[in-house]
């Protein structure tokens, strides 16, 4: 036996009916966030850190990511 059930309405009052949360407002204070620190410029301490935390192995994973970096730099 095959049942199909279609529900027509927004995306909005899906998220209503299963009763999920509106992250609307939490969503927008991310997005002030994120432009602030652009618009502030980005500091190197703030890239580096993103890179560790991407980085496996920590400090070592960095090592391996700078010598294959350092590797592949265009020669003049």
Same mark, same amino acid.
């Given at each position: 036996?095959? &049942?199909?059930?279609?529900?027509?309405?927004?995306?909005?009052?899906?998220?209503?009916? &299963? !009763?999920?949360?509106?992250?609307?407002?939490?969503?927008?204070?991310?997005?002030?966030?994120?432009?602030?620190? &652009?618009? !502030?410029?980005?500091?190197?301490?703030?890239?580096?850190?993103?890179?560790?935390? $991407?980085?496996?192995?920590?400090?070592? !994973?960095?090592?391996? $990511?700078?010598?294959?970096?350092?590797?592949?730099?265009?020669?003049?």
């Amino acid at each position: 036996m095959k &049942v199909n059930i279609e529900f027509d309405c927004s995306p909005e009052e899906m998220r209503r009916l &299963v !009763g999920l949360p509106d992250l609307a407002p939490l969503h927008e204070r991310y997005m002030a966030a994120v432009s602030n620190s &652009v618009d !502030g410029g980005i500091k190197p301490e703030a890239i580096e850190a993103l890179v560790k935390s $991407w980085a496996p192995m920590g400090e070592a !994973g960095m090592a391996l $990511w700078r010598r294959v970096m350092e590797a592949n730099k265009p020669q003049p």
